[in-house]
């Protein structure tokens, strides 16, 4: 199932959900995006160095 763990009151709640319905946490928006343009940035550089 789609479900994630509330960092905030340890509850499960939906994958999708903004914000946890028992305690209010706000989730954040899609850490993940960021995580892939970091790597994608890194890859670049690292291309960069091979060339130069
Ligand atoms: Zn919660």
Redesign the pocket.
Known sequence: MSQKE?P??A?E?AQDADE?P??Q?EFPDDPGNISYFIILLMIGLLLLWMLF
């Open positions: 509330c905030s009151c509850l709640v946890c028992y305690c946490y």
